[in-house]
Each structure stands twice: as structure tokens, then as C-alpha cells.
């Protein structure tokens, strides 16, 4: 190799060690139009191409695009991401961003293609993992979600979230003590965690320990005084226990909070029914009513009240009204057939 050649080379090679690969490529293709059979010109430029391939984009140019993101503006996100893209082909990060934009998007496939691209890159990119999570639950495909759940757990056991959304889909498919033991551990590493301390009772409230379900309602409530969710949840819990006064003022209290909570006045309708004030039982249906005309079990819960009072012709009118809002609600449609039978 001639000196001229040798000097081309080795500034091609400290271009690159510097990162800068278009330059290096350049030179190398320079030598190469003279001596196009170099071997070791020919090696270093493939060298160049698999590393230009894997080159890692700078905080600063992530930094830019995370800004975007965080302005809430997901297509703009995936304009500036496609704009670095070919500068960086295989930059985890960009896929798990631009996964995030599209579940933002409600593209739900885009996203999770974009995930599994940032999981190929960066198997261990526990992040991405767990977007890939939530992106395939609210597809449909809750065995996969799991998998990735369980994934990331294996590298990091301490992520509340993971844990939380694990308990959620072990609470939907009713596998009570595994979303007991996932809302257990969600709690343990985040004690703040207010969303699943009302998920952990919600979980208690389906095993009957209804004991257990108050502390943790009460503990979301000393969290956050104004979660009404929560409000709700324990006016069930004491209903359950049978301290029906408390119900009534634990309900009262979360309608005091938001004064259109549909179900917060049925489930207070149920409680004044037990205490056999009717009465104020039908101002609370008719108000869960009004908040949503659809309500289907407000009206089913007229319909039962009016057939307490004696009043069966009523009742048979509002059984009618939720078989007409739903007409597969079973529990109306039995307690239409026995109203009937009455007249």
C-alpha cells in the first residue's frame, strides 16, 4: 500500500473512531476508485457501515424529541423522529417513542410493531417491555400482556405499575389471591400508590374481607381526600358489613365530590332501600338517572322499590325501561316475569 493510501486510510479510521462516518466513508471510497481489489479498504469500510448501523443517537438529539413528546403532540413526534430515523436505524429509544405516539394515536398495531423493534434492538429495555404490555392488553391479547408483565418483573420486581396492572388482569379474570399478592407488592414498593390501594380493595371486597377492603379505601382517602372512586368503593364495603348509616354517609360524601356520580346515587338508592326509606331511595335512582339516561340498573332498582311498595303496575314500567336500554339484562327480565306474576 503506497504512503498516500496508507495516510487516506488512516484518517478514515480516526474519522470513524470519532463517530463521524460519513466523512470516513468518503475517504474510503475514494482509495477504493483507485485500487477497487484493497481488501483491508474494502473490510474497514464494511466495519464502518455495521457501525454507522448501530450508532447510538446523543442525549442531546433524544432529549429533543422526548421535548416534543412531552408537549403532547404525537404527530409531530413521529415527524422528528423520522427525520433522525435513517441517521439512526436501530435507536431503541425512537421505536419505544414512536410506540408511545402511536398508542397515543390509538394505532394500537403501529405501536405495538414499534415496541417489539425496540425489544429486538435492546432485549433487556425494560421500559419498552412494559409498554408493549399495556399496548397489547388494550389490544385483546392478554396472555401476551402477562408474558410481558412477568418480563419485566424477572428484571425488575420493583415496578409498581407492573405489578399493578398484573393485579388487574388477574382481578378481571377473578384469580383473586394473584392480583391479592400483585396489589400487595404495588403498594409495598410505592405506599403513595393511591389507584392500586383501591384496586387492593376492590380485590378484598371480591374474597369477602370486607375489614380489609375499609382500611384500604380509608388509606387511598387519607391519600387523597378528594378521590371519589374510593368515596364509592367504601360506602360498598360498609354496606356489605351491614353499617348501613355509614354507607349512607360515605355516599353522600362522594356525591358531595362530584354531583353527577351516576353510581354513587344508585348504590345510595340501594342503602336507603335497606333502611326502608323509600322515598328518599327513589330521589337518589331518579337522580343517578338524570346524571345517565342509559343507567339500565337504576331502573331496575325503580322497578324493585315500587314492587316493595306494593305498587306492581310501576315496577312492571321501569323493568320495561331497562330490558328497553338492555335488552339482555337478565336480573330485569327475571324481575319483569315475577312482577307480572303478581297482577
Request: one cysteine or more; glycine letters at 4%.
Amino acid at each position: 500500500m503506497s504512503l498516500k493510501k496508507q495516510r487516506l486510510l488512516d484518517r478514515a479510521k480516526k474519522n470513524a473512531k470519532k463517530g463521524n462516518f460519513d466523512e470516513a466513508k468518503e475517504i474510503l471510497e475514494s482509495i477504493l476508485k483507485d485500487s477497487p481489489k484493497d481488501k483491508e479498504v474494502k473490510k474497514e469500510l464494511l466495519h464502518i457501515n455495521q457501525a454507522k448501523k448501530n450508532t447510538r443517537a446523543t442525549r442531546s438529539e433524544l432529549q429533543k424529541i422526548i421535548s416534543v413528546y412531552d408537549e403532547g403532540d404525537s404527530k409531530k413526534t413521529l415527524k422528528e423522529i423520522e427525520k433522525i430515523s435513517n441517521k439512526f436505524p436501530r435507536e431503541p429509544v425512537l421505536f419505544n417513542i414512536s410506540g408511545a405516539c402511536y398508542k397515543n394515536l390509538n394505532k394500537l398495531e403501529f405501536a405495538i410493531n414499534s415496541f417489539k423493534k425496540a425489544l429486538e434492538i435492546e432485549p433487556d429495555y425494560v421500559e419498552a417491555e412494559y409498554n408493549l404490555g399495556i399496548a397489547l392488553r388494550e389490544f385483546g391479547q392478554i396472555d401476551e400482556a402477562k408474558k410481558c408483565y412477568e418480563n419485566v418483573l424477572r428484571t425488575n420486581h420493583a415496578y409498581p405499575n407492573v405489578h399493578n396492572n398484573l393485579g388487574n388482569i388477574f382481578l378481571e379474570h377473578n384469580e383473586l389471591e394473584s392480583a391479592l399478592n400483585h396489589f400487595e407488592w404495588a403498594v409495598a414498593y410505592q405506599p403513595e400508590f393511591t389507584t392500586a390501594h383501591n384496586n387492593l380493595g376492590s380485590t378484598f371486597l371480591a374474597l369477602g374481607r370486607e375489614k380489609d377492603a375499609v382500611r384500604s379505601y380509608e388509606t387511598v382517602i387519607a391519600l387523597d381526600p378528594e378521590a371519589v372512586q374510593a368515596h364509592n368503593n367504601l360506602g360498598i364495603a360498609f354496606h356489605k358489613l351491614g353499617k348501613l348509616d355509614k354507607a349512607v354517609e360515605i355516599y353522600q360524601k362522594a356525591i358531595k365530590l362530584n354531583s353527577s356520580y351516576s353510581i354513587a346515587y344508585n348504590n345510595l338508592g340501594n342503602v336507603l332501600r335497606d333502611l326502608k326509606k323509600f322515598d328518599e331511595a327513589i330521589k337518589a335512582y331518579n337522580k343517578a338517572i338524570k346524571s345517565r339516561p342509559d343507567y339500565a340498573e337504576a331502573f331496575n332498582n325503580l322497578g324493585n322499590i315500587y314492587k316493595d311498595m306494593g305498587k306492581v303496575k310501576k315496577s312492571i314500567e321501569f323493568y320495561d325501561k331497562a330490558l328497553l336500554i338492555n335488552p339482555g339484562y337478565v336480573e330485569a327480565k327475571n324481575n319483569l316475569d315475577n312482577a307480572k306474576s303478581l297482577k
